[in-house]
């Protein structure tokens, strides 16, 4: 997921809290649990059959009493517990009562029967509870005619397995056992210490104490594992012995764990180098769940991903390769952050994910610098400032007033925008400063908690820094908005200067209020006597200027050097447009920088059609595809709400296929022996552009030709005969195209087929499909077995891109809105308004979302924030499509 520490004392964590505390020991904790008792230790027996519909559980907790009281306060949800007992320092065992205080919430009061004194306490409670079907706790899992048992606890769902201090600012050692059926294995966060029979037809597995945990990183999983062994993460400067290394997946999948395998112990040998600590856990299994609700999830020892990541094989898309790199190095980069530091509250859940993106991207660059990491933070943060231009945008920092809070918090803003503000200061204060304050951060909190001022004074006092950096730093963790730097070249005192004024960004019809600063670091490019310079200062007031020393006569300037400010910029209209004639001038990151400024404007209305164009063929000759096709995007926004006309639509395709069908037709719509991963990931994003999205025929038929041929026959699907790296692709324009018979040979086929990536196409191609009755057949089926609860978005967010599907959504959505929540599990409730109307752009669909939302968000979990942002997103929509509306296309 998901794809942080500090002391244990209460006293800390109440300075970092934005949730009240209970005001008596009598009320319910609406946020955090009270201080006055912690856990020290966990010991949890389970006993688990996966062919079941429950499970069995005893948890003895050890608790720090820390004042008299006749109860104590702590989690847990669904649980059927059948006795309840506490133990006294001295040994005394008495009755308890376990009472749910708050079901929604998952709070449960433990009633003594009488006052104890300060004491150390062993809580003993036994229970059964269901398998979770919603992907959270511990959930039951079928995969081809086997059923699994596996957990997700991230980020509140740890109280659906047993019974405890759900935050993470409880971190103790567990002692974990698990009986189960003699046919399945039981693996958890660390080694098995032994396997002992258990009755007839079971077996008990016993495993290490853990290090120091918060309950959200409590893992383990039971079924018919594949276990297969890796390459050994060989001993180091920092890890005096070797650390095994371990792949699970489903039955009959071990095979095709080796690649993900052989590329972990570089990138552990790495992050070891970079912190200068060790990997200290007893064991590495990388785990391809059969489903999953997160990309990834960093637990210690037992990391789990969706199973595309990490079973490849030589017919994998070239997007999933990468991407299995690219999230294993976040993932285990959370060891460090996440896992031995632990952020103390969820509103410092950036110290994780923050951090893990933006060292993920050091190692993608450091082992395969052909996958430009660099430019995917640079776009990363691109794609947050879109939702950070919300009005409802959330903070980095966010206060948490409730569970919802939490489980939205798991966006852009926490992972691509911190990523990229983090980047940012690194570049301000020297990439060897910010190494030593973090190498500082880490072993000043090891295996303890850490807050945002920990971290950010760690790293002033590596760089020698005071009060002002600080500020700066904190101005991007407690303020939502993305500054806006209005610059305008003079000339004062003989010099040279940039004078920059900053204000928030707010789109066109954005209700917010522009007066609002930050702390930036503003380094900018420009033209000089001899070549390019860059001059740097630290921003800290609405104005500021930047003395460009020996610049030229009339220099051109880039306000973003390197494209690595987090900020958009803006330059007098003409000098902005005719920056693209000085695109060669520019780095892959600032021509990345420059396709966001073109893009800014037009959201604000300062820019038009034909600007983004002109734009659009001029970053076309980069040889980078994230470069190269920045502006697709907004060109599809486009042909979606302005072209709606056939001669406004062929002047999109002559505009796009002029900039980029000679690259297609020069690539082909096949694999090449010895291409380069660019050339690979631009040909799927332009046959996906001007195939599927813009129809340009020629393209379209290539696609036709390859999903025609995976179809071919009528029994079982060739899936050979297409790209693999175009599957999607090409089956979309063959359902398209041939309608019910594709649609109900790929039905057939996703009802047997177990291969990820084979089923993320066909489940793609159905959603995709523009007819009403297929649509609606497509849809229904996600409310089905044959669609995991993790593949159910794939086959319903498709039919937003269209806009002669979009409106059919609605009613389905709202007829199936009972099923699509007990299906899915409240904590989705976030998602649900943009699943409902994603891609919607009219005021009456942004009131219509307001009608049927608003009585229902009390039982859904999170829903009121993805409630503010689908509206606001919709009406922002409306006022950009009534402001370009007008303007032509086509010069």
């Known amino acids: 997921m998901r794809l942080p520490a500090r002391s244990l004392l209460f006293s800390a964590l109440a300075l970092c809290s934005s949730a009240a505390f209970a005001a008596s020991k009598d009320d319910v904790p609406t946020g955090h649990l009270p201080g006055w008792a912690t856990p020290t230790h966990y010991t949890l027996s389970l006993k688990v059959d996966p062919d079941q519909p429950t499970f069995t559980g005893r948890a003895q907790i050890k608790v720090d009493l820390k004042e008299a009281s006749d109860h104590v306060w702590l989690h847990g949800k669904e649980l059927k517990v059948s006795r309840t007992f506490v133990t006294d320092a001295k040994g005394k065992r008495a009755i308890a009562r376990y009472v749910s205080a708050d079901e929604q919430a998952g709070v449960v009061r433990i009633d003594f029967g009488r006052e104890l004194s300060p004491q150390q306490l062993t809580l003993d409670i036994s229970y059964t509870a269901p398998f979770n079907q919603q992907l959270q706790g511990l959930y039951q899992v079928k995969y081809q005619g086997e059923n699994y048992a596996i957990t997700q606890m991230e980020p509140v769902s740890a109280r659906y397995a047993f019974p405890g201090f759900d935050e993470p600012i409880f971190k103790t050692p567990y002692d974990l056992s698990i009986t189960v059926p003699e046919g399945d294995k039981a693996l958890a966060n660390t080694a098995e210490t032994g396997t002992k029979p258990a009755g007839k037809g079971w077996k008990t597995t016993t495993f290490a104490t853990t290090l120091p945990l918060p309950t959200y990183l409590l893992a383990y999983g039971i079924g018919p594992w594949d276990v297969v062994a890796g390459p050994d993460i060989a001993a180091g400067a920092h890890r005096p012995q070797a650390t095994k290394l371990r792949g699970v997946a489903a039955k009959g999948q071990g095979a095709r764990m080796e690649r993900a395998l052989a590329q972990t112990p570089q990138m552990i040998h790495f992050l070891e180098d970079y912190y200068a600590f060790g990997y200290p856990f007893d064991k590495l299994d990388l785990v391809a769940a059969p489903d999953f609700s997160a990309g990834a999830m960093e637990n210690p020892g037992f990391v789990t991903f969706r199973d595309w990541l990490l079973l490849l094989d030589k017919n994998s898309p070239a997007r999933n390769v990468r991407g299995s790199f690219n999230v294993t190095a976040h993932e285990l980069a959370h060891m460090w952050t996440g896992d031995i530091v632990t952020m103390a509250w969820w509103d410092d859940l950036w110290l994780n994910e923050s951090f893990a993106t933006w060292m993920q991207q050091k190692v993608t660059m450091k082992f395969h610098p052909e996958y430009h990491a660099d430019l995917d933070r640079i776009s990363g943060a691109q794609h947050a400032m879109d939702n950070d231009a919300l009005v409802s945008a959330r903070k980095m920092r966010q206060p948490i007033t409730g569970n919802g809070d939490i489980e939205t918090a798991f966006d852009g803003i926490t992972y691509q925008k911190g990523a990229a503000v983090l980047g940012m200061f690194e570049a301000f204060v020297g990439e060897e400063t910010f190494q030593a304050g973090m190498r500082d951060y880490i072993a000043s909190h090891k295996f303890a908690n850490a807050t945002a001022d920990d971290l950010v004074g760690a790293i002033a006092k590596a760089a020698g820094k005071d009060e002002t950096f600080k500020n700066a730093f904190r101005s991007f963790l407690n303020q939502p908005g993305v500054p806006y730097l209005q610059t305008e070249l003079a000339r004062e005192g003989g010099e040279t200067v940039l004078k920059v004024r900053q204000q928030r960004y707010l789109p066109l019809g954005s209700k917010g209020d522009a007066a609002q600063t930050w702390g930036i670091p503003v380094c900018v490019k420009y033209e000089a006597?001899?070549?390019?310079?860059?001059?740097?200062?630290?921003?800290?007031?609405?104005?500021?200027?930047?003395?460009?020393?020996?610049?030229?006569?009339?220099?051109?300037?880039?306000?973003?050097?390197?494209?690595?400010?987090?900020?958009?910029?803006?330059?007098?209209?003409?000098?902005?447009?005719?920056?693209?004639?000085?695109?060669?001038?520019?780095?892959?990151?600032?021509?990345?920088?420059?396709?966001?400024?073109?893009?800014?404007?037009?959201?604000?209305?300062?820019?038009?059609?034909?600007?983004v164009l002109t734009?659009?063929?001029?970053?076309?000759?980069?040889?980078?595809?994230?470069?190269s096709t920045a502006l697709i995007g907004r060109v599809g926004w486009i042909w979606r709400h302005l072209a709606t006309t056939?001669?406004?639509?062929?002047?999109?395709?002559a505009a796009a296929s002029k900039a980029f069908l000679p690259k297609l037709q020069a690539l082909g719509y096949q694999r090449r022996e010895g291409e380069s991963p660019d050339a690979v990931i631009l040909r799927s994003t332009l046959a996906g552009f001007l195939g599927d999205t813009l129809g340009v025929p020629e393209v379209r038929n290539a696609l036709l030709a390859q999903g025609?041929?995976?179809?071919?026959?009528?029994?079982?699907?060739?899936?050979?005969?297409?790209?693999?790296?175009?599957?999607d692709d090409a089956l979309s324009v063959a359902v398209q195209t041939r309608g019910k018979p594709a649609v109900?040979?790929?039905?057939?086929?996703?009802?047997?087929?177990?291969?990820?990536?084979?089923?993320?196409?066909?489940?793609?191609?159905?959603?995709?499909?523009?007819?009403?009755?297929?649509?609606?057949?497509?849809?229904?089926?996600?409310?089905?077995?044959?669609?995991?609860?993790?593949?159910?978005?794939?086959?319903?967010?498709?039919?937003?891109?269209?806009?002669?599907?979009?409106?059919?959504m609605w009613v389905w959505f709202t007829s199936n809105f009972d099923a699509i929540v007990k299906r899915t599990g409240a904590f989705t409730g976030g998602r649900l308004p943009a699943l409902a109307a994603s891609g919607g752009c009219s005021v009456e669909e942004a009131d219509r979302l307001d009608a049927f939302?608003?009585?229902?968000?009390?039982?859904?979990?999170?829903?009121?924030?993805?409630?503010?942002?689908?509206?606001?997103?919709?009406?922002?929509?409306a006022a950009l499509k009534a402001k370009q509306q007008d303007a032509p296309i086509g010069r």
């Open 529 to 611: 006597r001899k070549g390019s310079k860059t001059a740097c200062e630290l921003v800290t007031g609405s104005e500021g200027r930047i003395v460009l020393a020996d610049a030229a006569r009339k220099p051109w300037v880039f306000p973003n050097a390197k494209g690595a400010g987090y900020y958009r910029f803006s330059l007098p209209q003409q000098q902005l447009l005719a920056l693209g004639k000085h695109v060669a001038a520019l780095d892959d990151g600032e021509q990345l920088a420059y396709a966001d400024a073109i893009d800014a404007a037009f959201r604000r209305g300062d820019a038009d059609v034909n600007d």
């Open 708 to 727: 025609d041929a995976v179809l071919a026959g009528g029994g079982a699907l060739n899936f050979a005969a297409a790209n693999p790296d175009l599957l």
């Open 744 to 808: 109900d040979a790929l039905i057939a086929a996703i009802k047997t087929n177990g291969d990820a990536s084979q089923r993320n196409a066909m489940i793609s191609a159905i959603g995709a499909t523009t007819d009403g009755v297929l649509l609606q057949q497509a849809r229904d089926l996600a409310l089905t077995d044959a669609i995991k609860v993790g593949e159910m978005s794939n086959v319903l967010m498709p039919g937003h891109a269209n806009a002669s599907t979009h409106a059919s």
């Open 615 to 627: 734009a659009m063929q001029a970053l076309s000759a980069s040889e980078l595809p994230d470069v």
């Open 646 to 653: 056939e001669v406004q639509r062929d002047a999109l395709r």
């Open 853 to 877: 939302f608003k009585p229902r968000l009390a039982q859904l979990s999170g829903a009121d924030r993805g409630l503010a942002q689908t509206g606001e997103g919709i009406r922002l929509c």
